[in-house]
């Protein structure tokens, strides 16, 4: 079976990932064919607008294949960072693609799904969808561009998705910034067949509607007040005393804020405070810089027991246990994060995505 597939209707392009048993995970073939694929359809005069969707019911993708990267991993392999090259390379296309990139992010929209739609430059989410980083479950930090689209997410509101992994609503992903339109699900096989002939802009606000609300937007002020800091530690400490000090001083109403805390303190120790300077250092860059950085954080995750020990315990073994080293948060010191960033030398990853001409 053809993993991704492509097809040309009218003046419209259209990708249809095509592992729907896999909720359509990518894998080095698929990104290698999208690269270039996009690549042909962006000097093809007829092709006006691009669309991207997944096939089957449970969403557009999954992320990336993780079985995979465990099997490298365990083998000192080198198709992994091989990969993240090919799909980083694919992200920064799709930011600066000269065309409508439209996106139907329905269903599942994760990890590496949320690289090849957020950046797309038309997304469209449903009420079926449920998207996120969950990346600190399994070990590792949100890539694809994740701490560039979440360091720039209104508030601290990105810093607790990305710690917390949480999966989130298309309301939430709208507030975030991952999406640009609400569009019922029942609704997108009429909203592609319309793209055919007309404009992404004309087709997708015809069918757009107003989304539910966002629970993370409800949640903005206890979030905005515990994640406002540099320090894994401190954040924590501020989630679990939301509803009030122990001193008996008024605290900011956090419902859900206690479940944050415990949620964040299960996760990867190395995780959670890489992906914290992660996204506070994305906060200055440029998409392909952010790339760059996710490249160098990612290769040293590799070497790394956690990455390795996230997926086995969640996907491989599956008895959802892992064993983190160091295993707390306070185990991991300053020097240990800084590590993360250092400079690859040769093995650097380099984007050459032209500029638009007004930047």
């Given at each position: 079976m053809t993993e991704v597939l492509f097809e040309k209707r009218g003046h419209l392009g259209i990708i249809t990932l095509n592992r729907p048993k896999a909720v359509n995970a990518l894998n080095a073939g698929m990104v290698d064919a999208m690269l270039a694929q996009l690549t042909a359809w962006a000097d093809d005069?007829?092709?006006?607008?691009?669309?991207?969707?997944?096939?089957?019911?449970?969403?557009?993708?999954?992320?990336?294949?993780?079985?995979?990267?465990?099997?490298?991993?365990?083998?000192?392999?080198?198709?992994?960072?091989?990969?993240?090259?090919?799909?980083?390379?694919?992200?920064?296309l799709i930011a600066a693609y000269p065309k409508p990139y439209v996106a139907l992010m329905d269903g599942l929209v994760l990890g590496g799904g949320v690289g090849i739609s957020a950046h797309g430059s038309v997304r469209v989410v449903t009420e079926r969808t449920r998207t996120g980083m969950p990346e600190t479950t399994i070990g590792f930090v949100p890539d694809v561009g994740g701490t560039w689209l979440l360091a720039k997410s209104p508030g601290e509101t990105g810093t607790h998705a990305a710690l917390t992994g949480a999966h989130l609503t298309g309301a939430d992903a709208l507030f975030l910034g991952l999406a640009d339109h609400f569009v019922p699900s029942g609704n997108l096989p009429e909203l592609a067949a319309a793209l055919e002939h007309e404009t992404a802009e004309a087709a997708v606000v015809r069918f757009a509607r107003n989304p539910p609300p966002s629970g993370l937007e409800e949640q903005r002020g206890w979030i905005d007040a515990a994640y406002a800091s540099d320090d894994v530690e401190d954040i924590v400490r501020r989630l679990r005393t939301m509803d009030g000090a122990p001193d008996g001083t008024p605290g900011v109403e956090g419902d859900g804020a206690t479940d944050a805390a415990t949620t964040i303190e299960a996760k990867s120790p190395t995780a959670?405070?890489?992906?914290?300077?992660?996204?506070?250092?994305?906060?200055?860059?440029?998409?392909?810089?952010?790339?760059?950085?996710?490249?160098?954080?990612?290769?040293?995750?590799?070497?790394?027991?956690?990455?390795?020990?996230?997926?086995?315990?969640?996907?491989?073994?599956?008895?959802?246990?892992?064993?983190?080293?160091?295993?707390?948060?306070?185990?991991?010191?300053?020097?240990?994060?800084?590590?993360f960033f250092e400079p690859l030398g040769d093995r650097e990853l380099t984007l050459n995505t032209k500029e638009p001409d007004n930047a």
């Open positions: 005069d007829g092709v006006a607008t691009v669309l991207v969707r997944g096939a089957g019911e449970r969403g557009l993708c999954a992320g990336g294949d993780i079985v995979a990267i465990y099997r490298d991993i365990l083998g000192g392999g080198t198709e992994t960072a091989d990969f993240w090259q090919a799909e980083y390379r694919l992200n920064s959670v405070k890489v992906t914290l300077e992660s996204l506070r250092q994305a906060k200055g860059l440029t998409l392909d810089e952010a790339l760059a950085q996710e490249y160098r954080v990612g290769l040293r995750f590799l070497v790394a027991p956690d990455f390795r020990e996230g997926i086995r315990a969640q996907v491989v073994d599956k008895d959802r246990t892992p064993q983190w080293k160091p295993a707390t948060l306070h185990e991991v010191h300053a020097t240990d994060v800084a590590r």
